[in-house]
């Protein structure tokens, strides 16, 4: 287990030491764990094929790390104390010794159902034990899980299950979310007509809504279990064999499925989670994350687990039955650690401070922010109303192809500014460029942020396509990774993200590419063209402005936005619905047919004045009519 820094002194000696010679640094952090056998080499990369391997000849199993050690060490320690979306229904305490068994009976279930090591594995679940448990499954057996967050359409899952050639999906019958019952399993059914390579289906009863079960296909969890052989010899797995597939959306094309390996996701997902959150034993963390995005997979499943934490995992949305719910939450079992993103701290905050003020939060010792920049006013009514003044504010900078948080204070050692994100993680070599590519010195300085070096963690690839990785990550700038977002440096060295400087929107944390959207919207019969801008939203961070050319029709337009936001759901899923639509007769286009989204971003935000220079548009006319209709 990995030993977290106390002090900022050590964090400054440990940040020159992982520097002056990183491979030492990261064999001291590698060598607390359990390896079948020791690697041979620790880092082998260049970031121009891109090629990057650690602990290369190490042989593991990240399972063993999580529970047969804590099961012999702590088994009877809550490893994960389940709660439920309802209130009144009593959740699940699960310790440590019954994680190992669970997951060793149902890693008997893959295995019978013929699943082999490097088999892809689609998981489409709710927020239930039986998701974690089906993650760490995969892992045990050396199946590769690929997570989908199960608010997506049946057609985003069958895209992604067909991208990654999976021969199994594990889902539910439905699920609760709030007041509402969701059929899960009627959905990956839908998506399954488009898929040929699943031959597995397992089902956890949830809701207990009937639903069609496919004879040869589809198994029910508890029917399957009850004749299950446990896997207690956990396979033996390749430190660079991949571990999951999470897919994410880019400025271009379809999500792409980024890539993570064991070894190195292994060490430094512990290594990020004891260091940032500084949990100690008998502490109580809460993600709130889903363990569909990259959040839940490194500071839900594995990070706290690979440390021994005990946490709380939530089925339910923080406004059901109240907007007190996570508050209650933390109360019922004394959360010392609560790690949630901006977007539900500035929905929350709008319910008032009455919903707040029913509840002790005296157990809060760390509180935690992640997914987006988190602007002032909420990073103060966080440090007042819910960590009384009393609890330091870790806000993690990080991305799914980063794997683990990278530019974070350490709780209670660095100290803090509201909305910077302030210094980077020892092994994190962070650089600011100009859009040449020239390396910006020194402070206070402002550029995209890029990082020079590799860390354990990082993209090793995307799936089936590395060229796309390469493009993607690698060749903006040579020999740097390239993160997409843009980035300050102030005059004490501290880092504060300005956010996306690509064609990615960040919605409530949630990431989406504006051509994935548009391709969404294009669908729509009518449409002829459209161009989406985010533009800020109070709540959600950034909302979806999507400018739509329609064909002639009889509709009207609320007919046609209604229709269009019908095609967006089908395509991705009700997350990715648009906030506004103005239909327009054309788009502000360059001689050459580019789309001006400057003009249009400007738009979006109210600011009708300050459009810049028009002169070189093929129909300045049509910034008129846009500023005109502007909603
Ligand atoms: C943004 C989520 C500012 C950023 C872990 C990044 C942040 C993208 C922060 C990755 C933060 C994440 N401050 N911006 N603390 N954390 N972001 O892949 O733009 O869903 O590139 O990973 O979220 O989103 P992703």
Redesign the pocket.
């Known amino acids: 287990m990995i030993k977290a820094i106390q002090s900022f002194d050590e964090y400054t000696r440990a940040y020159a030491a992982s520097i002056a010679d990183p491979e030492k640094y990261w064999d001291d952090q590698a060598a607390q764990f359990i390896w079948k056998k020791k690697w041979d080499k620790t880092l082998e990369w260049n970031f121009s094929d891109p090629d990057v391997k650690w602990f290369i000849g190490g042989k593991l199993n990240i399972t063993e790390n999580i529970l047969d050690r804590h099961a012999t060490k702590t088994p009877d320690k809550v490893a994960i104390h389940w709660e439920s979306n309802n209130p009144d229904e009593a959740g699940k305490d699960i310790t440590y010794k019954q994680l190992y068994e669970q997951v060793c009976v149902f890693a008997g279930v893959l295995k019978q159902k013929g699943i082999k090591k490097g088999d892809r594995v689609c998981i489409y679940m709710p927020m239930i034990p039986e998701l974690a448990i089906a993650v760490l499954a995969c892992a045990r057996i050396g199946a590769i899980h690929s997570v989908i967050f199960a608010g997506f359409s049946a057609s985003a899952v069958a895209d992604r299950v067909n991208d990654a050639k999976a021969v199994a999906v594990l889902t539910s019958d439905g699920s609760f979310r709030g007041t509402k019952s969701i059929a899960v399993k009627a959905l990956i059914d839908e998506a399954l007509q488009q898929c040929e390579t699943v031959k597995t289906v397992l089902v956890a009863k949830r809701t207990g809504d009937a639903v069609a079960m496919k004879d040869g296909r589809d198994y029910w969890w508890d029917e399957a279990i009850a004749g299950a052989t446990p896997v207690y010899e956990a396979e033996e797995m390749d430190s660079e064999d991949p571990l999951f597939i999470l897919y994410?959306s880019g400025s271009t094309g379809k999500p792409k499925g980024v890539v993570h390996t064991i070894g190195g996701y292994m060490v430094y997902t512990a290594f990020s989670f004891a260091n940032v959150f500084q949990y100690n034993e008998g502490d109580v963390y809460f993600c709130t994350a889903d363990i569909g995005?990259?959040?839940g997979h490194s500071y839900l499943v594995y990070g706290p687990l690979l440390q021994g934490a005990t946490q709380v995992m939530f089925e339910g949305i923080p406004t059901y039955p109240d907007a007190g719910r996570f508050w209650s939450i933390i109360d019922k079992y004394a959360v010392t650690h609560f790690y949630t993103a901006p977007t539900a701290i500035r929905s929350l905050m709008s319910f008032g401070d009455t919903m707040v003020e029913k509840y002790s939060l005296k157990s809060l010792k760390v509180l935690g922010?992640?997914?987006?920049?988190?602007n002032e006013e909420a990073w103060h009514w966080f440090n007042e109303h819910i960590g009384k003044k009393n609890c330091p504010i870790v806000?993690?900078?990080?991305?799914?192809?980063t794997g683990g948080i990278l530019?974070?204070p350490l709780a209670s050692i660095t100290p803090l500014v509201p909305s910077y994100?302030t210094l980077p993680l020892p092994g994190v070599q962070p650089v600011l460029v100009d859009a040449n590519g020239t390396v910006l010195e020194g402070n206070n300085v402002e550029g995209n942020l890029c990082m020079k070096f590799p860390w354990p963690s990082i993209i090793r690839t995307t799936y089936g396509d590395h060229e796309r990785c390469k493009q993607t990550y690698f060749s903006t700038y040579p020999n740097l990774y390239f993160?997409?977002?843009g980035c300050k440096r102030d005059e004490k060295g501290y880092y504060r993200?300005m956010?996306?400087v690509d064609d990615?929107i960040?919605v409530s944390?949630?990431?989406f590419g504006t051509a994935e959207i548009e391709s969404a919207i294009n669908e729509q019969a009518d449409v002829i063209e459209s161009a989406v801008v985010g533009y800020p939203h109070e709540v959600k961070g950034q909302g979806i402005y999507a400018y739509v050319i329609c064909d002639k029709t009889d509709k009207n337009e609320d007919q046609l936005r209604k229709e269009i936001l019908d095609s967006i759901v089908k395509l991705i899923g009700p997350i990715a619905k648009p906030d506004k639509i103005q239909i327009v007769t054309g788009l502000p286009k360059t001689r050459s047919g580019k789309i001006m989204r400057r003009i249009l971003r400007k738009v979006a935000e109210g600011d009708l004045n300050n459009l810049g220079d028009t002169s070189t548009l093929l129909d300045p006319e049509i910034v008129e009519e846009i500023k005109k209709g502007a909603l």
């Open positions: 994410t995005w990259i959040t922010s992640v997914g987006e920049p988190i806000d993690t900078w990080w991305q799914t192809e530019i974070s994100a993160t997409g977002d993200i956010g996306r990615v960040n944390g949630h990431r």
